[in-house]
Nanobody, 128 residues
Framework: QVQLVESGGGLVQAGGSLRLSCAAS????????MGWFRQAPGKEREFVAA????????YYSDSVKGRFTISRDNANNTVYLQMNSLKPEDTAVYYC?????????????????????WGQGTQVTVSS
């Protein structure tokens, strides 16, 4: 089992920044990649960013590329999402997720069904 706890959400004005954190515990050695997803009211949960745990390779959705940065601290089993130039359309509950199923197929990082473990979510609200 892997447990994930997110923190760092809040209310920010458009153009501002926030940094989300996700602390992993339990069988962290089994983590292959970590991802951030978000879900706005009335919409499906969508991929935001992911990072391969060992290599550090990163992947982003087109909507956040150039504004968000995902990073990890292997020693502390923590993944971060630095969000800059925030827009009202970034408003959502942000979820951290862990995938323990190794696969070389890069497109799989965007598939939420691939992820085995999820955090409880943290609200990000961007006001205009």
């Amino acid at each position: 089992q892997v447990q994930l706890v997110e923190s760092g959400g809040g209310l920010v004005q458009a153009g501002g920044s926030l940094r989300l954190s996700c602390a992993a515990s339990g069988r962290t050695f089994s983590i292959y990649e970590m991802g951030w997803f978000r879900q706005a009211p009335g919409k499906e949960r969508e991929f935001v960013a992911a990072i391969r745990w060992s290599s550090g390779s990163t992947y982003y959705s087109d909507s956040v590329k150039g504004r968000f940065t995902i990073s990890r601290d292997n020693a502390n089993n923590t993944v971060y999402l630095q969000m800059n130039s925030l827009k009202p359309e970034d408003t959502a509950v942000y979820y951290c997720a862990a995938d323990t199923n190794p696969s070389p197929i890069i497109k799989y990082v965007r598939v939420r069904q691939r992820y085995d473990y999820w955090g409880q979510g943290t609200q990000v609200t961007v006001s205009s």
